[in-house]
């Protein structure tokens, strides 16, 4: 089974107020990653753990939180959305973080902040 | 910077007809290289990959690409395209040691007309 779960699918939040969105995978994945998706741009990588060990980019590393409680869910947390929010946000894992490792990805949740 | 481009937003092919999507990357080293797709209401799935070695690679459901060092480039092909493959294709660069950083590009969005 190679499914990345991503829950909500859809969420709806009111400017200032927290979001918190969840990923699961059962492929015993070290390596778990968010990245933020608007429409016709790239996926951008926000963060991602390895096992233990949170990585967040530099450009959004004040934005974004993140907590990994077990090796099968990763949580993606925003202390105060803003209308810049409004994104797709696609959960990947991957074996390890070798240069030619497949990244597994979520169907993504579709946040619109009102 | 490394950077991945997609030059085609939007590419319209006929049923059965050949496909190119084009790619080209900028990166200071060796590149490992991937495709995905996007199928509607889906997460991105993994359709190639390329590591230094043969620069044609073959992927999933009749695709491949075709790696050039000299045009920094990796396009897309497939030989006779199907309804199905109605989707958005992302072009991406696996880059620096670690190779946890995947640099994707804006996604061409394939339509197949009847």
């Known amino acids: 089974d190679t499914t990345v779960k991503q829950n909500p699918r859809y969420k709806l939040a009111r400017v200032g107020k927290p979001v918190n969105l969840i990923c699961s995978q059962t492929?015993?994945?070290?390596?778990m990653y968010w990245y933020q998706k608007k429409p016709n741009q790239a996926p951008k990588l926000l963060l991602f753990?390895?096992?233990?060990?949170?990585?967040r980019e530099a450009d959004t590393f004040e934005k974004f939180q993140s907590s990994r409680p077990n090796n099968s869910f990763c949580s993606l947390y925003i202390g105060s959305a803003g209308l810049e929010y409004s994104a797709m946000y696609l959960c990947?894992?991957?074996?390890?973080?070798?240069?030619?490792?497949?990244?597994?990805f979520g169907p993504g949740t579709r946040l619109l902040v009102l | 910077a490394q950077s991945v481009t997609q030059p085609d937003a939007r590419v319209t092919v006929s049923e059965g007809a050949s496909l190119q999507l084009r790619c080209k990357y900028s990166y200071f080293g060796t590149p490992y290289l991937f495709w995905y797709v996007q199928y509607p209401r889906q997460g991105l799935q993994l359709l190639l990959k390329?590591?230094?070695?043969?620069?044609v690679v073959q992927g999933v459901n009749g695709f491949e690409a075709e790696f050039s060092k000299s045009n920094s480039s990796f396009h897309l092909r497939k030989a006779s395209v199907h309804w199905s493959d109605w989707a958005v294709y992302f072009c991406a660069v696996s880059m620096g040691t670690g190779g946890y950083k995947v640099v994707f590009g804006s996604g061409t969005r394939l339509l197949v007309s009847p």
């Open positions: 990947a894992s991957s074996r390890g973080t070798v240069n030619q490792d497949t990244q597994y």
């Open positions: 753990y390895y096992d233990k060990i949170l990585n």
């Open positions: 492929m015993n994945h070290d390596t």
């Open positions: 390329y590591y230094p070695g043969d620069p």
